[in-house]
C-alpha cells in the first residue's frame, strides 16, 4: 500500500496578491480561521513521531469531549467563505469573550448506533462476510487514538549589506556625493517580496549612490606587483630584474651529454645553463589580478536579501495511538483546528478546551528565535488533528477492533472475525491498495 502523508500541504491560495501590499496590512494583527475541511499546511508527519509522541503522552490530557467531537461529521452548519488574508481580529484572553471551539462546526458526536452502523455497512460491501459480529457483538470501549499537531511558522525578512570589488575602467561612478547613500533597510523591494511563507528566497540589489573609487590594496595602486616565483616574498617596489632560473634539460651546464661521451649545446637555453622566468619573462612584476593592472577599484554596496520561513512543530499523541496500525494513519488526513495569521501570534484561544489552549502556549513558547538583522513579517500557528478512534467488540471469550479515521468515516479492520474466502476472494482486493 503507498504511504500518503499524514498531514498534506495545501496549495497557497492567493498567491498573485502576495504584494507588498499584503505586507502593510499584517501588522494589524489579523486573524485567518480555516474551515475544519482544509489540510493542515507544513512538514508531513511521519508515524515515528506519532509513536514518539504518544510516550509522553497522558491519557487525561485532552478531555473526553473533544475526542468524541472530532469523530463526527465536519460539514458546517452554515457554510464559511474564507479568504486567505482574511482580516479579522485575532481572539484572546484580554476582554474578548469569544474563541475558537473544538466542536464550532456542528459535528456529529457518533454514538454507540452510528458506530455499529458504521460497521455494518463496511461488512455489506464484502460478500464473503458474516454480519453476525457487527450486528450483535457487544461494544466494549471506543477509544481515542487522535494525534495533535501544533506549529509555529515565522516568515522573516533579512538584510545585509556586503561589499563588492571590481577593476575600475574610468567613467561615471555612482557616488554618495550625488545624493543621500540608502540604508539597507530603506530600500523599496516591493518588486521582489515573494508570497508569505515561502521557505527561502534570496536576491542582491544595488544600494544607490554607494559606489566609490579606492587604490587597489593589492599592488598599492600600481597596477603590478612582485612575480611571485623569481621574487617570492619581495614587496612590489623592491623587485630585481633579470632573475634567471636553472635550465632544467641541462641541468644549469648549457651542454647536453650523450652516451657516447660527447657533449652538444643545449637548445633549450642555448647553451646559457640559465632561463628567464617564465611568469614574469625576468621582468620581476607581473599584473595584479585584482585591478587588472589599472591599479584602482570600484566599490559598491550590495544588499543580500533573504526572507524565510522559521517552523517549529510540536506533536502530542495519546497513549492509544502506540498501538494503532500503520496502515491506518497512512489513511489518515489531517484537520485544521484553527489557523491564525498575525504579525505576531498569540496562543489560540478554545472556549471550551482549556488543554487545547495550554498545547497552543507551548508551541508560541518555542517560537524560533529571530537573527538580529532581521524583521519579521508575518507568523501563522495552526494546530490541527488527525482523528483516529478505536473501537473494541467482544462475544464470550472472543474480540476484534476497528479504526474509524477522519471525518470521512473510513473504517479499517484487519482482524474480523467471520470471513469466509479465507484470502482467495477479490473482497480481499482492498487489504492490498
Known amino acids: 500500500m ?53 510516550v509522553f503522552s497522558s491519557d487525561h490530557y485532552y478531555p473526553p469531549s473533544i475526542h468524541g467531537a472530532l469523530v463526527g461529521s465536519p460539514e458546517p452548519d452554515h457554510p464559511q467563505v474564507i479568504t486567505a488574508q482574511a482580516l479579522v481580529p485575532q481572539g484572546g484572553y484580554d476582554g474578548y469573550s469569544g474563541g475558537y471551539s473544538s466542536k464550532e462546526f456542528g459535528r456529529q458526536i457518533l454514538d454507540e448506533v452510528e458506530v455499529r452502523q458504521l460497521l455494518i455497512d463496511h461488512v455489506g460491501h464484502r460478500c464473503c462476510w458474516g454480519s453476525q459480529p457487527a450486528r450483535k457483538w457487544k461494544i466494549c470501549s471506543i477509544d481515542d487514538c487522535n494525534v495533535y499537531v501544533g506549529t509555529l511558522e515565522t516568515f522573516i525578512e533579512e538584510r ?8 575600475y575602467l574610468g567613467g561615471k561612478i555612482d557616488g554618495k556625493e550625488k545624493e543621500h547613500k540608502s540604508g539597507v ?23 544607490p549612490h554607494s559606489e566609490a573609487v579606492e587604490k587597489c590594496s593589492e599592488c598599492d595602486g600600481r597596477g603590478h606587483i612582485a612575480c611571485p616565483i623569481c621574487n617570492a616574498g619581495q614587496k612590489s617596489d623592491l623587485y630585481i630584474e633579470n632573475q634567471m632560473t636553472e635550465c632544467p634539460s641541462c641541468y644549469g ?3 647536453i651529454a650523450h652516451q657516447d661521451g660527447s657533449d652538444t649545446i643545449c637548445t633549450k637555453c642555448s647553451g646559457k645553463g640559465k632561463l628567464p622566468c617564465a611568469t614574469c619573462g625576468s621582468r620581476g612584476l607581473v599584473k595584479c589580478q585584482l585591478c587588472v593592472g589599472q591599479g584602482s577599484l570600484i566599490t559598491r554596496n ?31 488526513r ?28 507551548e508551541v508560541i513558547a518555542n517560537r524560533s528565535p529571530v537573527p538580529p538583522s532581521a524583521r519579521v513579517i508575518c507568523e501563522r500557528h495552526i494546530i490541527s488533528v488527525v482523528p483516529v478512534t478505536r473501537v473494541t467488540m467482544a462475544e464470550r471469550n472472543r474480540s476484534f477492533s476497528f479504526y474509524i479515521i477522519g471525518y470521512s468515516r473510513e473504517v479499517f479492520i484487519r482482524d474480523y472475525p467471520k470471513k469466509f474466502c479465507w484470502g482467495l476472494c477479490c473482497c480481499f482486493d482492498w487489504l492490498k491498495a
Not at 533597510?185 to 544600494?207: Q, Y
Not at 495519546?318 to 496500525?325: L, Y
Open 302 to 332: 550590495i544588499a543580500l536579501v533573504k526572507w524565510r520561513t522559521l517552523s517549529n512543530r510540536k506533536v502530542s499523541a495519546t497513549s492509544s495511538a502506540a498501538s494503532v496500525p500503520d496502515e491506518v494513519f497512512h489513511r489518515a
Open 2 to 54: 503507498e504511504q500518503q502523508p499524514l498531514l498534506a500541504s495545501g496549495e497557497e491560495a492567493g498567491k498573485g496578491e502576495e504584494s507588498w501590499r499584503s505586507y502593510q496590512f499584517v501588522g494589524r494583527s489579523p486573524s485567518l480561521h480555516a474551515p475544519p475541511t482544509s489540510v493542515a499546511a507544513g512538514e508531513e508527519l511521519s508515524v515515528d513521531e506519532i509513536r514518539a509522541a504518544s
Open 185 to 207: 533597510w530603506e530600500l523599496d523591494l516591493r518588486s521582489e517580496f515573494p508570497i508569505l511563507f515561502v521557505p527561502h528566497k534570496e536576491t542582491r540589489v544595488d544600494i
Open 253 to 255: 651546464r648549457g651542454l
Open 160 to 167: 545585509e549589506t556586503i561589499k563588492e570589488k571590481e577593476p
Open 334 to 361: 489531517g484537520v485544521q483546528l484553527c489557523n491564525i495569521q498575525a504579525y505576531q501570534c498569540t496562543p489560540a484561544f478554545f472556549a471550551d478546551s482549556y488543554q487545547l489552549n495550554r498545547f497552543s502556549s
